[in-house]
Each structure stands twice: as C-alpha cells, then as structure tokens.
C-alpha cells in the first residue's frame, strides 16, 4: 500500500459477498485507497456514523436492510447525509436506478465490476466531494464576511442614527473639502438638508469670502496635528450669520493614511451675543465710573470759573467792550461746560431730579410745538396716544431731554427730508413676554415709539450707538453723549430702551417706562373677555423657550394647542389634523424650511386656513403682507395681545358662520 494512502481518500465497501469484498479491497487498496468493509447495512450505518468515510461503494441486495435501506438512513442521519453513495448491483432495471438516485445516491455500478470504471466512477466522485465541500465551505466564509457587513453596516447605521440625535452639526468632509456626511444636526443649523450637500465643497457652502484664509490655514495644520480646534464664523443657507465652536479630527485608514475630516461645531451665536453684551456693560460701566469721576473734577474746576467771571462783571461794570465781551464768553463757555458735565453726570447716574406724575400727552404737545417751529418742512411730523393712556412717576425735563435727543438724531438722520412719528401706548408685561427680553419686568409700562424714514443706522455699529463720546456725526456736530445720556435717564426711570433699523428704510426707538401701577386684576377680567371656546391653535416656532410659554398661554385661556418646532413638523400635523385646526401661529423665521415656504404649503393643503404670522424683524413684515395672513404680530408679543389676535380672528369667523346659517334658513 502507498504511503500516501491516506491522501487519497477512506472508502467504505458494503457487500454480503466476501469475495466481492476481497476483490474490491485488492483494488482500491492497490490505488492509495484507505478501505473499510461492512457485510450487512446495519454495520454500515454503525460504522459510517463512529468514523466517517468519504465515499460508500453500497451493493443493494443484502440480507437484513438492503442497500435502499440503508442508503435511505444514511441521508437521514446530520453525521452521514453528506457522505457520497455509489450503489452496486446486477439490476438493470431503470426503475430501480431511478430509486437509488431519488434516495440520495450519486451514482451506480453494474455487476459484474469493471475494475477501472470503479477506480475511474470512484476517483470522480471523490472529487466532486472535495469540490463539493471546498464550495461550501468558501461558501460559509462568503455568509460569514455578508454577516460581518450587515452587522458593521447596521453598526454604522444605529451610529448614524444616534449622531442624529445629538443637536450638534457634524459633518464629514474629504481631503478636498467635499461634503461625505451631514447629520440632522447640520440640517437644523445650516438649513440644507443632506441630499442637498453631499458632494459640495464646505467652504463654498457655509463660509463667506473673507474666512477662506483662515479656513485654509486650518486646512495646512492637519497636516501636522490630527486635530483642531476653535471658533468659526459661518452662513447658513437663509444668509444668516453664526458662530460656531468647531473641532477638527483627521480620520486614517488602517495603514495610517489620512481619508476625511470630521467636523463636529456647535452654535455659540447666542452666547457670543451675550457675552458681548455683558462686555459692553462692563465697557460702559468701566467708561462711566470714569467719566463720573472726571465730571466731579470739571464740575470743581468750573464752580469757581463761573463765580469769578460773574463776580467781575458786578465789580467791573464800566470795563471796556472788549473786556466785557470776554468776560460773557468765559460765563457762556463754563456754563457750556458745566451742561456737559451734567450730561455725563445723567449717563452715569441718572441725575436723579424731581419725580412727579408726568403726562406723556403734554411732552408731546411739547415737542410737537418745537418741532413744527424749527424742524425743516420737508419732514412730515405726526403722533398717535392711545387713548387712556396711563401715566408715568418721572422727571419731567429729563423725560423731556430724551424726547428731544431722539427727535433730533431722527431729523438728522433725514437731510432730504421724510415722515417722523411720535407714539404712545398701554404695554402689559407678562411673564411670556418678559422670558424673551432680558431687560423687561411684570407689569404695566408705557412705550413710546420713534420712528424716522432716515438713513438708517449700519449693523456694525448698532450695538455701539449708547456709548459716550460715540458718534457717527462730524466733528463739532456732536458730543457722543446724546444717545448715552439717553439711556442713562431711562434706566434711572427703571426703564429700557430697545431700537431696530434697517439701512435705506429708517430707525425706530423704542422706550418702555413703568407706569403708575394699573391694577392688575382688572387686567385678569379684561383677558378673561378674550378666552377661547377650546379652538384647536397650531403653534410654530423653533425657539423651544417660546414655544411652551405660548402654549402654556393658550392653554390656560381654554385653547387647545398643537406644537411643531419647524415647517416639516407643521405640516404634518396640520396634514393629519386640518379638520379640527383652527388657525395656525407661524414664525416667519426658522431653519430648513422658514415661514413663508410653510405658509404657502398649508395654503395648497387648505386655501382657507387661518394664519398668523409671528417675528421680531421688519423685512420678514414685508415678505408676509405679501402672504394670505390674517395678522402680524412683532415678537416679543404679550399675552393679551396674542389673545386680543385669536380672539378678533376666530370670534370674526363664528360670526359669519352664524350669519350664514341665518341666510340660509330665511
């Protein structure tokens, strides 16, 4: 027997002849064959079943189970289905054959055995097993690398999904700077959603011009360092711009080279806003504390001025002209100074004078007089007080002093002329609209709006205009201590002051005083006039704050309230609940999809549907007088004014319901 029998194979011989079995064993032990025998098919299935060989030759008339039998429990059986079986037998009939193969047998051999075809019809059998079991097992390895993929594609999804989840922008970027991944996140902060990106160059997309050096420099110092971080000034896709807290990582394959970039950057607009607020603050507080201490100063420096000119022109009354001239130009120059001492003095502390009870209809009166004496004709001036106006606890000249500062700054702000507008009306501040304005309080104000058709005041120097000695004016025309003195009187009226312009198109000011307390109760009944019969409202906005102050409104004044943080979401739930909706409270201004595009999407669900449009800007004003709204309301809004809105609208339509019905019946 060869030595590399074992190679070959293990053949198992089952045969109730023993000279067949000693012929077959001479065979295929000569050919490298391991052979094992069996007389019966009992021991053949005991045998296959402890050692498993590779190939059954299987005669098929036996005593005891024949070869069918067997054959038949040997394919039943986990450990011997797969062995291949090659039935041996003198029938010729093609109705036996037909038998053995349906039982799972691979081939046959007809008696009387020509040794070469068994060792040839063997030798291919053999083969197509090995073959047979190669495939299936690199069969099992495809499977095994195929559940490898899904497990590690549904890793990448649940990871994708949970990066959803988080409120961060995250985005991909390869070597290039072409978008790979964009996350919920992104889409909520930037606008665009992600089919809309991939593929683009990020620098293209959320970056203006002028922060492309810095962003190459970011770009140059992965090369080095893996990472970077730091702040970013961005755009988002309504023109919009933010700040962002942004982290850099360069992600490597496993040979170490770099593929992508992962970008994960938070908005921190809101909070640089602050900071610069509570910056300029302390600014003008620093600026104050000085300018106070300098004004004492002037103020004992010019005392003694003043008295000892007006003492010499009582000593020296028969002085030449010239000498008496000088002596008035040194009292009108030290009481010019000593106004202007004042005038810092009112911006540091408030020059705290005679408080009484003021009417604002008189300082109208007042400053419409002077106005009409001395102001150019080309401005149309106008005013408007609500009637029963409360009152005010103030300095009269002081509130005076503000009146004029701005009306001037207002005339000046229209050299080729314009229309300037003094008004005054009742504000109660409540909890809702003092959540959204830092400066205000609970309670009863008066505001005082002046608006202008003038030049408009530049963005960039908006959040500077309060300081002292700031000013756009030329020199000699202005101090920079109007607007400060302004703002110092205000506060000292336990007031605020807010303003909005817009280059081209005019400025607007906003004064907000305390008034004489208006009791509150009565305040209570009069919203109570103004409760709603369970109408279903739709609120949208994307300010979570605002959102559930809103609702918590309507809810306590017998509305029903739907929230939806964007347009999507919006137009959704009015989608499943348009028949029971009543009117929709829109904010015109919110990522991915702003107010007008969700308008004009209800408007082809519903040509009827009742919409308010809700925002804090003047240009999102103009874009919804152009939209089928029934109402605009400015943010920050109070509640009874968001009442006083659904109630007009919503009592209107029941109105004409009942109108309706009583038409149809006559």
């Known amino acids: ?172 970027i390869d070597l290039n700077q072409h978008i790979c991944f964009w996350n919920q996140g992104a889409e909520n902060l930037y606008g665009w959603q992600s089919q809309e990106v991939i593929g683009k160059n990020v620098s293209q997309l959320i970056y203006a011009q002028e922060h492309f050096p810095q962003l190459q420099h970011i770009i140059d110092s992965l090369a080095t360092d893996d990472s970077w971080q730091g702040e970013l000034h961005q755009v988002t896709q309504q023109g919009k711009k933010i700040i962002v807290a942004s982290r850099w990582n360069v992600m490597r394959d496993p040979n170490g080279i770099p593929q992508s970039i992962l970008t994960v950057n938070t908005d921190i607009t809101e909070k640089k806003q602050l900071e610069s607020q509570f910056l300029r603050a302390q600014r003008l507080e620093s600026i104050g504390t000085l300018a106070g201490g300098i004004a004492h100063d002037l103020n004992n420096i010019l005392t003694p001025i003043l008295t000892a000119v007006q003492l010499l022109q009582i000593k020296l009354p028969d002085v030449d002209d010239r000498s008496q001239r000088m002596f008035q130009t040194i009292e009108s120059n030290a009481k010019r100074g000593a106004a202007l001492v004042k005038q810092v003095l009112q ?78 009306e009742n504000l109660f501040i409540d909890e809702h609209y003092a959540r959204m304005n830092i400066d205000a309080n609970v309670g009863s104000y008066i505001v005082i709006s002046i608006t202008d058709t003038g030049i408009g005041i530049e963005p960039e120097i ?25 703002q110092g009187i205000i506060k000292s009226h336990h007031g605020f002051i807010k303003v909005n312009s817009e280059q081209g198109k005019g400025t607007q000011f906003k004064i907000f005083l305390p008034a004489v307390e208006a009791a509150v109760s009565s305040l209570t009944e009069n ?104 109402k605009l309301l400015a943010k920050p809004y109070t509640q009874k004014e968001l009442l006083t809105t659904l109630h007009s609208i919503l009592n209107l339509e029941s109105k004409n319901t009942a109108k309706n019905l009583l038409n149809k019946r006559g």
Request: proline share 3%.
């Open 462 to 486: 908006l959040d500077r205009i309060f300081e002292p000695f700031f000013t756009t004016k030329d020199v000699g025309k202005g101090t920079g201590l109007g607007l400060s003195t302004v």
């Open 1 to 172: 027997m060869p030595s590399d029998s074992l190679d070959q194979g293990v053949i198992l011989i089952v045969d109730d002849t023993p000279i067949n079995l000693e012929i077959l064993f001479d065979v295929l032990a000569n050919a490298g064959y391991t052979v094992l025998v069996a007389e019966d098919g009992e021991s053949a299935l005991a045998r296959a079943e402890y050692a498993s060989p590779d190939l059954i030759l299987l005669d098929i008339l036996m005593p005891g189970i024949d070869g069918f039998e067997t054959c038949h429990r040997l394919k039943k059986n986990e450990l011997t289905k797969d062995i291949p079986v090659i039935f041996m037998t003198a029938l010729s009939e093609i109705g036996e054959k037909v038998k053995g193969l349906n039982l799972g047998a691979v081939d046959y051999i007809t008696k009387p055995l020509q040794h070469e075809e068994v060792l040839a019809r063997v030798k291919i059998h053999l083969k197509l097993c090995n073959l047979t079991k190669q495939l299936k097992g690199q069969n099992q390895l495809l499977a095994d690398e195929i559940q490898e993929r899904i497990q590690a594609e549904n890793k990448l999804r649940e990871q994708a999904a949970l990066l959803d989840k988080i409120t961060d922008a995250v985005l991909v």
């Open 527 to 630: 919203l109570e006039l103004f409760k709603g019969n369970g109408e279903l409202i739709l609120v949208v906005d994307d300010e979570t704050q605002i959102l559930e102050t809103t609702a918590i409104s309507l809810e306590a004044y017998n509305y029903q309230v739907l929230t939806a943080s964007d347009g999507v979401e919006a137009i959704a739930l009015y989608t499943q609940h348009q028949d029971k909706i009543n009117l929709v409270l829109i904010d015109m201004m919110m990522p991915a999809m702003d107010g007008n595009a969700t308008i004009q999407a209800l408007q082809k669900i519903n040509p009827h549907v009742k919409i308010v449009a809700v925002s804090g800007l003047v240009n999102s004003h103009q874009l919804a007088k152009n939209l089928p709204v029934k």
């Open 347 to 424: 911006f540091t502390r408030g020059v705290e004078g005679k408080r009484t009870i003021v009417q604002i209809n008189y300082l109208f009166s007042e400053i419409n007089q002077i106005v009409q004496e001395t102001f150019p004709k080309s401005i149309k001036f106008s005013t408007k007080i609500q009637p029963e106006l409360w009152t005010v606890i103030g300095d009269a000249t002081n509130l005076h002093q503000v009146l004029m500062n701005l009306v001037v700054n207002a005339r000046d702000a229209m050299p080729k002329g314009g229309n300037l507008s003094l008004c005054a």
